[in-house]
């Protein structure tokens, strides 16, 4: 609907919302989302789009103060923007060596440091397998604890002292599964994605669109699990005779991967899925 009201969820460098504007008409509005201050540097002058700085998790409050009771379209991409990856002092990446930090919001208290040197053993351990299925998350976490004994963990190269006994396969690989976990853990990725997908049958339309871009198995399995089952969780939805109620309907069967030519220019969509899906 060219006219219709539409939600960006992570606005980042603006690339999606372009393309949303581009399709809509002059009385069509995007509402867009994104938690870092530096995305208000991407803003552009177009009176049908409105940047809300704010976590999408908290989406559905914001829409109800701007008076927008639905909506028809809802994109979310899960993934770390460029920015965020390529600027150094962001600490999300094992390329630098400046202190880790992996704040999606810098005005929230706690970094990676924080989880590094205040974490347990056993909390370690939790993030390190859940987040990051990290094979040998046992033996990670007693050396990262034991590590604190010597001295404060603070950037990539303390990392790199601390895994180099207990690596296990690709370092490059083991780096980014390890990353990608503390990651997680401080910006309550998976919390937020929950918390949003759970308010989304309020907020779309019938026939409203869905359309969400993970890089990580269980984002992927939330997603599908409430395209399915109509439940974040994976648990049926029945009615009070026992048939399972659907909210929302497949527009492509299964998930969408970036082909050959996309890849080429840009590698970073190798892990991505996107999934598809309409509110009925």
Not at 45 to 67: E, P, Q, V
Not at 81 to 90: A, M, T
Not at 186 to 199: H, P, R, Y
Request: hydrophobic share 40%.
């Amino acid at each position: 609907m060219p006219n219709g009201v539409y939600c960006d969820f992570t606005f980042g460098g603006g690339g999606h919302s372009r393309r949303i504007l581009e399709k809509l008409g002059a009385k069509g509005r995007l509402v867009a989302f994104d938690q870092d201050e530096k995305a208000i540097e991407n803003v552009w002058d177009d009176k049908r789009l409105i940047l809300i700085r704010s976590n999408f998790r908290y989406a559905d409050k914001f829409l109800r103060y701007l008076g927008i009771e639905k909506v028809d379209g809802v994109l979310a991409d899960l993934g770390v923007s460029s920015h965020q990856l390529d600027v150094d002092s962001r600490g999300f990446s094992y390329r630098d060596k400046n202190e880790l930090d992996m704040r999606m919001n810098r005005e929230q208290k706690m970094n990676a440091v924080d989880i590094l040197n205040t974490y347990s053993e056993s909390e370690l351990v939790s993030v390190f397998s859940g987040y990051g299925e990290i094979r040998n998350s046992k033996q990670l976490a007693k050396a990262i604890v034991g590590s604190r004994m010597t001295g404060k963990i603070r950037n990539s190269s303390d990392i790199d002292r601390i895994i180099g006994t207990v690596i296990k396969g690709e370092k490059n690989r083991y780096l980014a599964q390890l990353y990608q976990a503390i990651r997680i853990e401080v910006n309550d990725e998976f919390g937020a994605l929950k918390q949003m997908l759970g308010f989304l049958e309020n907020i779309l339309k019938p026939g409203g669109r869905l359309a969400v871009i993970s890089f990580h198995s269980l984002e992927d399995r939330f997603v599908k699990n409430l395209i399915k089952k109509s439940d974040v969780e994976g648990n049926l939805s029945t009615d009070m005779y026992g048939r399972q109620i659907f909210k929302f309907r497949e527009v492509v069967k299964g998930v969408v991967v970036a082909g050959k030519e996309e890849l080429a220019e840009n590698s970073r969509a190798k892990s991505a899925k996107l999934r598809i899906a309409e509110r009925l």
